[in-house]
């Protein structure tokens, strides 16, 4: 699935059953991935597919699937079509003929959701100072690496004294697809971000911190999942989060940074994982979701908690907020909490008793060094029908990112290390596996 663009799904069967769906179709099912299927004689299945947004094809005879396969191609308008098969009974030769000819005739386009035609996109910065630091950098990764054809940049400054609103003021003039919004005051987090999705004149919104460099292929990525109208918002991994998206990282550079966040997109299979909050260093969703819920609540003042309001109000809407794995989005972040000023302690300080006050709760999100346990056992449930020594890659990563937040309460750090070796205990087994080349570990792709 690592490197593949759709499931061909196709079944001509009565006794094909759910009780009987090979795990492949259950993993693209969880990964949001098309799923082409072409069903004859069974509404079981044909009722999951539409359930789940698909569009099962009744197929008599290879013409038929033929057919399906052409129409689906051309319902998504994928390129470079990977096709992995899934209980095919047909022989597909002349559609996979029929492929390679529209894509020669020019379907170059990337991967699109399924939101009609390729769905416009508004990538949204805010920008304060720090020029040549973080927003210079930024947007170079962006008009650089955005392999999606259909979409722009509104960037918002916040009064920065730095040469800023002249540096985008001289970048719009020859990048068309940027609109630059400078306001004379700092208007904070939210208050400018809400100034961008005012503007804005995407269907799909991506909120991005002037900190980041993108990745090739990221857009397109986070863009896929919001076909499915049941997720609300969708993040990145990165190597600095206060949550569970963050994954291990030792680089001392940014370059050294991508190049480890590149090997672990590699082994994610895009798989989705679903959260409680997302970081909004990097998050994309339907404008849809903004239109119902609001914009962010400018009573955050400068920062700090607007984004846990606006994921809280996402989920009461009753949305699901989810994670790519295979999406990394570099992030420099604002260091730790130790050396934060005084008037930023204070304001996070107001900030979390407004967001209790407003919703009426004790706000207690799981904490990251448990949630990167949790998905490591995830991880491990894979091994039951056998590994993947991806797995054990990102196994190995979560565990080094939990270890960096060991509880110093004497009970949490007793539970916390005996849960630690518990799964420290399966990684040995699957590594000496691995090592002797038995069963229960596969090599990755190419073996890698």
């Known amino acids: 699935m690592r490197r593949t663009d759709v499931l061909l799904l196709i079944q001509n069967t009565e006794e094909f059953s759910a009780e009987t769906i090979p795990s492949k179709v259950y993993e693209y099912f969880h990964a949001a991935r098309p799923i082409l299927g072409l069903v004859h004689h069974n509404q079981e299945l044909r009722e999951m597919l539409e359930a789940r947004g698909d569009r099962p094809v009744s197929a008599d005879d290879p013409r038929d699937v033929s057919a399906g396969i052409v129409h689906y191609v051309q ?70 690496r955005t392999d999606y054809d259909n979409y722009e940049v509104i960037v918002v400054d916040n009064a920065s004294k730095d040469g800023t609103p002249d540096y985008l003021r001289q970048l719009a003039a020859r990048e068309k697809r940027l609109v630059c919004i400078l306001n004379e005051t700092n208007r904070g987090f939210a208050g400018g971000n809400n100034d961008a999705i005012k503007a804005a004149t995407g269907d799909v919104l991506v909120l991005l911190n002037s900190d980041t460099v993108v990745t090739r292929g990221w857009l397109a990525k986070l863009v896929e999942p919001l076909r499915d109208k049941s997720i609300g918002m969708v993040g990145p991994v990165t190597n600095s989060v206060g949550n569970e998206q963050r994954i291990f990282s030792a680089g001392a550079t940014v370059e050294e940074i991508l190049a480890e966040g590149e090997r672990w997109t590699d082994t994610a299979d895009s798989g989705l994982f679903e959260t409680e909050r997302l970081g909004f260093f990097c998050v994309a969703f339907r404008r849809e979701v903004t239109e119902r819920i609001g914009l962010l609540d400018e009573g955050f003042g400068l920062g700090f908690y607007e984004d846990d309001d ?139």
């Open 310 to 448: 606006y994921c809280i109000r996402v989920r009461k809407a009753g949305y699901r907020i989810v994670c790519r794995e295979d999406v990394f989005v570099y992030h420099r972040g604002g260091g730790s909490f130790g050396k934060m000023s005084a008037t930023a302690r204070a304001l996070i300080k107001r900030n979390r008793q407004l967001l209790e006050a407003k919703h009426g709760i004790t706000y207690r999100p799981r904490h990251p060094r448990d949630r990167q346990l949790d998905l490591a056992e995830q991880y491990l449930q894979g091994f039951a029908g056998g590994g993947d020594e991806f797995l054990l890659h990102k196994c190995h990563g979560r565990l080094k990112v939990a270890e960096t937040s060991v509880p110093r309460g004497y009970v949490k750090r007793l539970l916390f290390r005996r849960r630690m070796r518990a799964l420290q205990n399966v990684l040995l087994r699957y590594d000496a596996a691995l090592a002797k080349g038995g069963e229960g570990v596969t090599k990755g792709k190419n073996g890698r």
């Open 75 to 144: 319902l998504w308008r994928l390129s470079d079509l990977t096709i992995s098969k899934a209980c095919t009974h047909y022989d597909v030769s002349s559609a996979v003929d029929r492929l390679v000819q529209i894509n020669r005739e020019g379907f170059s386009a990337p991967l699109r959701a399924n939101l009609g035609a390729m769905a416009k996109v508004s990538i949204i910065i805010v920008s304060y100072n720090s020029l040549h630091e973080t927003t210079a950098p930024c947007l170079e990764s962006i008009f650089s």
